[in-house]
């Protein structure tokens, strides 16, 4: 059967156009790719990102989707995403109904997954599948006939043995000119290890073990399951001889459980350095309670981790325990000074906003941050509540969005207040994270900067440059294009060799 399969546009409501490197492409997509192809189907691919020459977005969707159907004739289409993609999902199935009005729908991902009922209400697909849909999709099409009036709700069971699923299958949704056109788009979190980036995705779990209140992971029943170390060798001896990319993100809620794990994991990096050649810097996310010692850190380092993440969210003691963190202020500073002894970058969100912040537990955060890691990769934000979460239901027994549609029209308009804090206090709360964030004034500013044009490109300037950083002296080189009518330019990147953030100033 042939099986079209829709991947969503990256800020399809911010601006257009945006652009999608593979180091944000929804892996998800990829793993229903294969699991497709496995059990013998046809999958068709639409990656509508990366795509010019239309005057909006909404035009541009409307033109390459429906002529990829008309192109393909699809028997059934997927599609799905998270709750800030609605617009999106939104226009596409109705894109979907005027031109093929008798092909079936199949709506998933975590818009799904967290709010079904009401979704399935608002958006009318065919069939939404709950949960993980790798083998459900697939069960789903082998008995498939077309919901006429309701949508049919599928809950999908549990993958327990991530071991057994095909390896994501990226091929029908770009993925050459991802890595090769688009890779220093997106994700500056990401692309600074390497001043010309080929960033890749590995997913080494699934959910995670904790229950923080305003994530939509933790409050649900769907156990933490992990990829065997030898199965995770086994796709990146794939794929690295497939694609050669030298930037790798384990995109994992949690991928270092246990000092162990890390530990296992870099050992086995190291010998496919040795029998494969392997050549690529890597990052993880982990949690307190993985007991991360500084040897394994150093050991990780060695075979190539530039970064590794902490969920913290806070630093107030008050707020941890609010939104159920499992983490303490000690643990994030003996964390921090790991990283810098290691000379790995230490990245992070402190989020501002929860239902028992004040003025004082902000003013703990920011104190914090600006004792601690001002100059680590700690991103100042707002909290935004979003289906699936328990904050969400919480503020919503409160009467917070009555009205779903009204909700999802206008999701991550504006920054919602949770809080006690008055608006006027809260405002400016707001402008100063944004200022904070956006400016860097706080980070040190790299020394012996000097500059060469590497190309130009239409309006803009390729510009390599050099800097020795501020922290360990240290020369890098970095690579950003500017508009080519700016005579100055000030550039916000990472040391390549210790981690910490810097300025580039030309």
Same mark, same amino acid.
């Given at each position: 059967?042939?099986?079209?399969?829709?991947?969503?546009?990256?800020?399809?409501?911010?601006?257009?156009?945006?652009?999608?490197?593979?180091?944000?492409?929804?892996? +998800?997509? =990829?793993?229903?790719? %294969?699991? !497709?192809?496995? &059990?013998?189907?046809?999958?068709?691919? /639409?990656? $509508?990102?990366?795509?010019?020459?239309?005057?909006?977005?909404?035009?541009?969707?409307?033109?390459?989707?429906?002529?990829?159907?008309?192109?393909?004739?699809?028997?059934?289409?997927?599609?799905? +995403?998270? =709750?800030?993609?609605? %617009?999106? !999902?939104?226009? &596409?199935?109705?894109?979907?109904?005027? /031109?093929? $009005?008798?092909?079936?729908?199949?709506?998933?991902?975590?818009?799904?997954?967290?709010?079904?009922?009401?979704?399935?209400?608002?958006?009318?697909?065919?069939?939404?599948?709950?949960?993980?849909?790798?083998? =459900?999709?697939?069960?789903?099409?082998?008995?498939?006939?077309?919901?006429?009036?309701?949508?049919?709700?599928?809950?999908?069971?549990?993958?327990?043995?991530?071991?057994?699923?095909?390896?994501?299958?990226?091929?029908?949704?770009?993925?050459?000119?991802?890595?090769?056109?688009?890779?220093?788009?997106?994700?500056?979190?990401?692309?600074?290890?390497?001043?010309?980036?080929?960033?890749?995705?590995?997913?080494?779990?699934?959910?995670?073990?904790?229950?923080?209140?305003?994530?939509?992971?933790?409050?649900?029943?769907?156990?933490?399951?992990?990829?065997?170390?030898?199965?995770?060798?086994?796709?990146?001896?794939?794929?690295?001889?497939?694609?050669?990319?030298?930037?790798?993100?384990?995109?994992?809620?949690?991928?270092?459980?246990?000092?162990?794990?890390?530990?296992?994991?870099?050992?086995?990096?190291?010998?496919?350095?040795?029998?494969?050649?392997?050549?690529?810097?890597?990052?993880?996310?982990?949690?307190?309670?993985?007991?991360?010692?500084?040897?394994?850190?150093?050991?990780?380092?060695?075979?190539?981790?530039?970064?590794?993440?902490?969920?913290?969210?806070?630093?107030?003691?008050?707020?941890?325990?609010?939104?159920?963190?499992?983490?303490?202020?000690?643990?994030?500073?003996?964390?921090?000074?790991?990283?810098?002894?290691?000379?790995?970058?230490?990245?992070?969100?402190?989020?501002?906003?929860?239902?028992?912040?004040?003025?004082?537990?902000?003013?703990?955060?920011?104190?914090?941050?600006?004792?601690?890691?001002?100059?680590?990769?700690?991103?100042?934000?707002?909290?935004?509540?979003?289906?699936?979460?328990?904050?969400?239901?919480?503020?919503?027994?409160?009467?917070?969005?009555?009205?779903?549609?009204?909700?999802?029209?206008?999701?991550?308009?504006?920054?919602?207040?949770?809080?006690?804090?008055?608006?006027?206090?809260?405002?400016?709360?707001?402008?100063?994270?944004?200022?904070?964030?956006?400016?860097?004034?706080?980070?040190?500013?790299?020394?012996?900067?000097?500059?060469?044009?590497?190309?130009?490109?239409?309006?803009?300037?390729?510009?390599?440059?050099?800097?020795?950083?501020?922290?360990?002296?240290?020369?890098?080189?970095?690579?950003?294009?500017?508009?080519?009518?700016?005579?100055?330019?000030?550039?916000?990147?990472?040391?390549?060799?210790?981690?910490?953030?810097?300025?580039?100033?030309?």
């Amino acid at each position: 059967m042939r099986i079209m399969l829709i991947v969503p546009t990256f800020h399809y409501t911010e601006g257009y156009p945006t652009y999608l490197s593979l180091s944000d492409f929804p892996v +998800g997509v =990829a793993y229903l790719s %294969a699991s !497709l192809k496995q &059990a013998g189907h046809e999958v068709i691919g /639409v990656n $509508p990102n990366n795509i010019t020459g239309y005057p909006s977005a909404h035009i541009m969707l409307q033109t390459v989707l429906s002529d990829k159907i008309r192109q393909t004739k699809p028997m059934v289409i997927g599609l799905g +995403g998270l =709750a800030t993609d609605y %617009a999106f !999902l939104r226009d &596409a199935i109705q894109i979907i109904r005027a /031109v093929a $009005p008798d092909t079936p729908i199949v709506l998933g991902g975590q818009i799904v997954t967290n709010d079904a009922e009401d979704i399935c209400d608002l958006l009318q697909p065919d069939y939404a599948i709950v949960g993980e849909a790798d083998k =459900a999709l697939v069960d789903l099409i082998s008995t498939e006939g077309r919901a006429v009036t309701t949508p049919t709700i599928i809950t999908a069971e549990v993958i327990t043995d991530l071991d057994s699923l095909p390896f994501p299958d990226y091929s029908p949704f770009g993925i050459d000119d991802m890595l090769d056109n688009h890779s220093m788009d997106t994700r500056i979190l990401y692309r600074y290890s390497q001043p010309y980036p080929r960033p890749f995705v590995i997913v080494a779990s699934r959910s995670c073990p904790f229950n923080c209140s305003f994530c939509i992971h933790g409050h649900r029943d769907m156990p933490y399951r992990a990829r065997s170390i030898a199965n995770i060798m086994a796709e990146i001896t794939e794929t690295w001889a497939r694609y050669h990319y030298n930037v790798l993100m384990i995109d994992d809620e949690l991928f270092a459980v246990t000092n162990k794990r890390l530990r296992e994991f870099s050992e086995a990096v190291l010998e496919g350095r040795k029998e494969h050649g392997w050549e690529f810097d890597w990052m993880f996310q982990t949690h307190a309670s993985a007991k991360l010692d500084l040897e394994t850190l150093q050991l990780a380092k060695s075979a190539g981790c530039y970064l590794f993440s902490y969920g913290l969210e806070s630093a107030s003691p008050t707020i941890l325990k609010s939104m159920n963190k499992r983490i303490t202020v000690p643990q994030i500073i003996e964390a921090i000074e790991m990283a810098h002894k290691a000379k790995l970058a230490f990245g992070g969100n402190l989020i501002f906003g929860d239902i028992a912040e004040t003025v004082d537990t902000c003013a703990e955060s920011l104190a914090f941050w600006f004792e601690h890691c001002r100059e680590d990769f700690i991103f100042l934000t707002n909290l935004r509540p979003y289906p699936g979460s328990k904050l969400f239901d919480e503020i919503r027994s409160m009467g917070a969005y009555p009205d779903k549609k009204v909700y999802y029209e206008n999701i991550d308009k504006g920054v919602p207040n949770l809080t006690k804090i008055s608006m006027p206090d809260f405002d400016n709360l707001t402008k100063l994270l944004v200022s904070l964030e956006t400016s860097w004034i706080f980070v040190g500013r790299a020394n012996n900067v000097r500059k060469e044009i590497e190309y130009v490109n239409g309006n803009n300037t390729m510009y390599k440059m050099w800097g020795t950083c501020p922290y360990c002296g240290e020369e890098s080189m970095y690579r950003q294009e500017f508009p080519s009518r700016l005579d100055t330019f000030s550039m916000g990147t990472g040391c390549l060799h210790c981690g910490r953030k810097i300025k580039v100033e030309v």
